[in-house]
């Protein structure tokens, strides 16, 4: 056994020379890029890396920022946790992904985690993905022969895997500008209030909401949760439920059970299947009242 | 590999496993002892140290990533029986440190904070102090005398040096 | 006399190399030529070893073994009794229980070769909790799992108890908790011309030296124990370091070079010691108006897999069983009892907590029966001067018990915050306040000190600038909670000199008197009244009755030559103890203290968040104040900890969440500022009044919280932790909430 803290790392200087690494050598590279979900891995020996690691660290200057492009709110892969939390712009335009940066681990990791890394380590519980999924977002996957832009929501077929390919970097994360008035929601429910594991996160925004006669109408909405199933889930059919639909209590009703039916929660030792479901529950109660007091 | 970096001021060398622990080459390879390992998981903040002025855990770094940047430890604050920095001296002051192994972390991740309170010209309450140390755990103090030293040196700080810092 | 140094804020002893990081802890210490040591540990809880082997494909070249055949004489730690093997040889009582112990130069090697020892065994059956052992089905310890059982009683609850106008039943649990010390364990040890140096995290030097004594069949001055900088203990680093000393003074016997052993985190939190889990069970009788006039308390402590200190916690926590209570009739009677788990041991307040916990939950069951406040009860019956307790012991004075229940009811606006919590669930997010009244008994128990001859020296001699400067001789260690600074003052302030005149010798076996372990909340009152004596003494051997100006002071010193005076400890008068019965003085004297936590429950997510925490404390003199506060506001977060966050998931005898990540200790973020009121009331045994004042912070917190989440969430629970998941099923189990 070689000391894996001896294997071989490859730091390109751009994004076009990872890219053509991975073209050449993709089934072999390691993709480092803040390294706090890597070096915890390799130091409990989850992780024992052959071939070798690609840092992509240093192409920050091509991979860090958070700007508008074509009606898009736009984040590089290398973004931290401690740049959302601090953006003007994702403030107004995504207020629960702040809200989320701003609870993951505490200052130290926030300096060093990266929204690519989240993404990329494809855990159930990591914090980014629901609100990232409540408010429509798309990754941007690059390979040698482009790139492709593909929904979150059809990131994750199966638990800790992601649809992206060897020869392929992600660059980048897409939010839509909001173009018309929202409501959003982020919880995070976990055993202390810094560095601490999700035990259910519920995100959520609803898009255009008013008040009719019966009560009032949502327009559209996006659900995102985490903790509650083997991937980071979009509650389609409990968002079906409500989509255009006047929020009345028995409604609220239906689509709490619509949303026990999609999630799949166990029990482990951080938390039971029984407390995840009836709080996740809980949770979407908990935001779609507020729309009745709100609106 | 050769690594090269800026140590406390000063530009180092250090010949270290790409995927080494930055901890690992302070403690061992440079014999900087003030950072702490008390966890290895990044969990507990007693390895924190400044990497460009922002507090991160130096268990989680590889030591490959710091190439080029400017490092800040513990020992870069005081010389041995030289003056304290502020927020050392409040913390002797309010008696912040028992045991003292997580005091290093302590001093850097609220270095960090009192740094960005002054370039914000913010001021700090008990809130914003919590959140700043929460990635530093302490089993001693149960955290007031931190707390309070760390509050005790950003009103040493004033508003009119932060304007021209 | 006004002291002028006692009752200061004098700057910590230590403080300013542990600001700037000079302070060196055992793994920042170097030797030349030391190599690093591990321990292979077994991957089941109870077996039948067959062999150890080394897989012989394995290039072990540059390594080096060491197994039980290697211990040169008697395979056994000594402590109270010696059952714990230093390496498993025939038997396996543990997971993690050590096996072979591996050295080498290179870390990386090291942890390699760890997966290439092969232990071959039979699994045996297992007991994994306290119903089981009890059974005693399968035996872990003699004939019966008991390693102890005690038994107090007072009076005739047998006869008073059926004969209550109220009479209560109910049952306590809690759970392990972990030290959590940041530091985790370490040790160096190395053998030069047949003595043995051992420098390590540690409590107790002359722990460690008694054992190694024993183990390697050494005299007095062939083994050297030094306490190196230690980051933290809480009791965890009391009996554990001997065992971890006799591993690598093996390692070192062996390579015949300096070994250092330091645990990983996930090795600290699977192998050391917890404390201890708890079931107790109290029948409580009442007269109409809650006044207690009968108890009979059950406590069963799960002592782990071998017996360490168990029965002395197990006595602290049975006479610690009444607490802050005047009751007549009384029966007590604990045992600790053996299973496949890690073995138990000292955590800070040695068994108090636990029982503490059981009578603060029974106390607010007989307020909510009787329909009085939980304040109103204790009122009602809480220990007075003049009255007995458990042992009979009559408290003559010094009984604060009513002065900081009355301090901590005010400051915390209890009555009002309680009346307004009462009834009122309609809210979003309901509140609660919760109390918690308290005594801990300081120093050791019974004859303990009296058996234990402690010594501590003072040396006062003329430093070359001709200034008189006086040096503290003890064994006691500075773990944290700031001796180096207090008997700094403590000697100061007797000698009439400067803080700045006192130095401490280096808690190192050869050059120091066995001031006793540091432990028990014994430190400042017992040793330190030793120092303050010893200052007296000398200042007689001058020909001084008291302090006396400097200049008098050198000159004396200049004729005479530097003093050295050693004190050794003696019993207060009148103390007397039946350690067979368990009647007479348990403590020299005792704390009292008060807690009150108020919190708020998340309607929506069942998660707590602590509001406010008040907590008044005896201390007898503060020394230093704020030390003392960083004592109480300490020992309340860990109970609070304790209480709402700290949960060991044990399953199959070993700890699944032993990571930091995975157990939660409380952040900055989750505590809310301790509001901590210091209560003087002088204990005339110690120094300049000094009560123990280590332990005691970690007795409140628990009840405190639980009761404040008890009245928030409409609901009462009897166990400690207690998680969001706690709250939540036992609303959904009284239908409090819907389900689905
Ligand atoms: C103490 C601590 C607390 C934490 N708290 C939280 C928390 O509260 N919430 C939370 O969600 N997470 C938490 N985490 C987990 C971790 O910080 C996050 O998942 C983080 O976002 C990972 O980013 P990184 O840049 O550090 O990833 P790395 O560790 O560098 O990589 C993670 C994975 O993503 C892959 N990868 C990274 N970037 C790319 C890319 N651009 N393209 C393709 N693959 C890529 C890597 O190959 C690897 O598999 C915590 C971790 C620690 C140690
Ligand atoms: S050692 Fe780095 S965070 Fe604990
Ligand atoms: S002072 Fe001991 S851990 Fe903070």
Redesign the pocket.
């Known amino acids: 056994m070689t000391d894996p803290r001896k294997i071989e790392v490859f730091s390109p200087e751009t994004l076009s020379a990872a890219v053509q690494v991975l073209a050449e050598v993709g089934s072999e590279a390691h993709i480092l890029a803040g390294g706090t979900d890597l070096m915890v891995a390799l130091e409990k020996g989850f992780w024992q890396p052959k071939g070798f690691v690609l840092n992509i660290s240093r192409i920050e200057p091509e991979l860090r920022y958070i700007r508008m492009e074509d009606g898009d709110v736009c984040m590089g892969a290398l973004t931290t946790f401690a740049d959302i939390a601090r953006s003007d712009l994702l403030n107004t335009e995504a207020p629960s992904l702040v809200a989320a940066a701003r609870e993951i681990g505490a200052q130290q990791i926030q300096n060093r985690a990266t929204i690519g890394g989240n993404i990329m380590n494809a855990s159930p519980a990591g914090d980014s993905m629901p609100p990232l999924l409540a408010l429509d977002a798309r990754v941007v996957l690059k390979s040698n022969e482009g790139p492709r832009t593909l929904p979150l929501f059809s990131f994750y077929p199966a638990y800790r895997e992601t649809v992206s390919q060897p020869s392929e970097l992600l660059t980048e994360v897409r939010i839509a500008r909001r173009d018309s008035p929202t409501q959003d929601y982020f919880r995070k429910v976990a055993p202390r209030r810094a560095q601490a594991i999700s035990k259910v996160i519920l995100a959520a925004r609803a898009w255009n909401v008013e008040e009719t006669e019966e009560g009032p109408r949502i327009g559209s909405i996006r659900l995102g949760v985490g903790s509650v199933a083997p991937t980071p889930l979009r509650l389609f059919e409990t968002e079906r439920l409500l989509e255009k639909a006047v929020l009345t209590p028995s409604l609220m009703g239906a689509a709490g059970h619509m949303l026990e039916t999609e999630i799949s929660p166990i029990d482990d030792m951080r938390s039971t299947a029984e407390y995840r479901r009836q709080v996740c529950r809980r949770l979407l109660d908990d935001f779609l009242s507020n729309l009745l007091l709100e609106s | 590999m050769k690594i090269t970096f800026e140590l406390n001021g000063a530009l180092t060398t250090v010949d270290s496993p790409p995927l080494a622990r930055f901890l690992d080459v302070l403690r061992d390879t440079l014999g900087l002892t003030a950072t702490k390992e008390g966890c290895g998981e990044g969990e507990c903040g007693t390895c924190s140290i400044l990497v460009d002025g922002e507090v991160v855990n130096a268990c989680l770094l590889p030591a490959i990533q710091v190439f080029g940047r400017s490092v800040e430890t513990l020992e870069s604050l005081s010389d041995p029986a030289g003056p304290l920095s502020k927020l050392q001296e409040s913390l002797l002051a309010t008696d912040g440190?028992?045991?003292?192994?997580?005091?290093p972390g302590m001093v850097m991740a609220g270095t960090a904070f009192l740094r960005q309170l002054k370039a914000t010209g913010a001021q700090p309450c008990d809130r914003s102090i919590r959140q700043a140390i929460a990635g530093n755990l302490?089993?001693?103090?149960g955290y007031s005398k931190i707390i309070e030293g760390i509050k005790m040196a950003a009103a040493q700080g004033t508003p009119q040096e932060s304007a021209h810092d | 006399m006004n002291p002028k140094i006692v009752g200061t804020r004098v700057p910590r002893d230590d403080g300013r190399q542990k600001v700037t990081g000079e302070s060196l802890y055992v793994d920042d210490i170097d030797i030349p030529g030391m190599i690093y040591g591990t321990t292979v540990r077994s991957p089941v809880a109870s077996a039948k070893v067959v062999s150890v082997d080394w897989d012989e494909g394995y290039d072990w070249t540059g390594i080096v073994r060491v197994t039980a055949k290697d211990i040169p004489g008697e395979n056994s730690l000594p402590l109270l009794i010696d059952d714990q093997k230093i390496l498993a040889d025939r038997r396996i009582l543990h997971m993690h229980e050590p096996i072979a112990l591996l050295a080498c130069s290179d870390p990386t090697r090291l942890r390699e070769a760890r997966g290439h020892v092969r232990l071959r065994y039979k699994s045996q059956p297992m007991v994994s909790q306290i119903e089981d052992s009890l059974e005693a089905e399968v035996k872990v310890f003699g004939a019966d799992n008991v390693f102890k059982d005690i038994q107090i009683s007072k009076g005739d609850p047998a006869t008073i108890l059926p004969k209550c106008h109220h009479r209560l039943e109910e049952s306590y649990i809690t759970g392990h908790q972990e030290h959590l010390y940041?530091e985790p364990q370490g040790m160096i040890g190395a053998w030069q011309d047949g003595v043995l140096t051992l420098t390590g995290s540690l409590q107790c030097p002359y722990y460690v030296h008694k054992a190694m004594k024993a183990v390697f069949g050494l005299k007095d001055d062939e083994v050297r124990v030094n306490q190196a900088v230690t980051?933290?203990g809480f009791g965890g680093k009391e009996e554990y370091p001997s065992l971890l000393a006799a591993h690598v003074a093996l390692l070192a016997r062996k390579s015949g070079t300096p070994v250092k052993m330091v645990y990983e985190r996930a090795e600290d939190m699977c192998a050391t010691t917890k404390r201890h889990p708890s079931e107790v069970t109290i029948h409580g009788g009442v007269d109409e108006d809650g006044h207690l006039l009968a108890l009979d308390v059950d406590v069963v402590l799960d002592g782990g897999a071998y017996c360490t200190l168990s029965p002395v916690v197990l006595s602290r926590a049975v006479l610690h069983a009444i607490s802050a209570y005047r009751c007549d009739h009384v029966a007590v009677r604990g045992r600790v009892v053996a299973t496949n788990t890690p073995p138990n041991g000292a955590f800070r307040g040695f068994g108090a907590p636990q029982t503490i916990f059981a009578m603060e939950r029974m106390m607010d069951l007989i307020a909510e029966t009787v329909g009085i406040s939980p304040a109103e009860v204790r009122c009602r019956n809480h220990l007075q001067n003049g009255d007995s307790t458990a042992t009979g012991q009559i408290l003559q004075q010094g009984v604060s018990a009513g002065a900081v229940l009355q301090k901590a009811l005010d400051a915390s606006d209890f009555h009002s915050k309680w009346e307004a919590y009462q009834g009122s669930h309609s809210n979003r997010n309901r509140r609660g306040i919760g109390i918690a009244l308290f005594m801990h008994g300081c120093g050791f128990t019974g004859h303990g000190e009296r058996d234990l001859k402690s010594r501590a020296a003072l040396r006062l001699f003329l430093d070359p600038q001709g200034k008189p400067r006086a040096q503290v001789l003890a064994s006691t260690t500075d773990i944290?909670q700031g001796m180096r600074t207090t008997f700094r003052q403590i000697a100061a302030e007797t000698l009439g000199i400067a803080f700045e005149q006192v130095e401490l010798a280096p808690a190192n076996t050869a050059g120091v008197p066995n001031s006793g372990p540091t432990v028990a909340s014994r430190t400042c009152m017992v040793v330190g009244g030793l120092v303050a004596e010893a200052g007296k003494g000398c200042l007689q051997e001058l020909g001084f009755s008291g302090t006396t100006s400097e200049v008098e002071l050198a000159a004396a010193l200049a004729s005479t030559g530097a003093v050295t005076c050693e004190r050794e400890y003696e019993p207060p008068p009148g103390l007397v103890w039946d350690d067979k019965n368990y009647r007479g003085s348990a403590y020299p004297t005792y704390g009292f203290g008060c807690t009150i936590c108020e919190v708020e429950v998340d309607a929506v997510t069942f998660e707590t968040r602590i509001l406010d925490v008040v907590t008044c404390q005896d201390v007898g003199r503060a020394i230093h104040p704020s030390i003392v506060e960083g004592q109480i506001e300490g020992g309340t977060v860990q109970a609070l900890g304790f209480a709402g966050f700290e949960k060991v998931v044990m399953h199959d005898g070993t700890m699944r969440n032993h990571d930091v990540s995975n157990y939660v200790i409380p952040t900055a973020a989750d505590i809310a500022p301790i509001r901590v009121l210091i209560h003087e009331e002088p204990y005339s045994g110690g120094p300049f009044g000094a009560k123990g004042i280590g332990e005691m912070p970690m007795d409140g917190g628990a009840p405190a919280y639980v009761a404040a989440v008890s009245q928030a969430a409409g609901v009462s629970f009897q166990q400690v932790p207690i998680l969001a998941e706690d709250v939540f099923a036992e609303l959904l189990k009284k239908k409090a909430v819907k389900r689905s």
Do not use: E, F, H, N
């Not at chain 2, 302490?138 to 103090?141: A, N, Q």
């Open positions: 440190a028992q045991c003292g192994i997580c005091t302490c089993r001693c103090t | 940041l980051g933290g944290g």
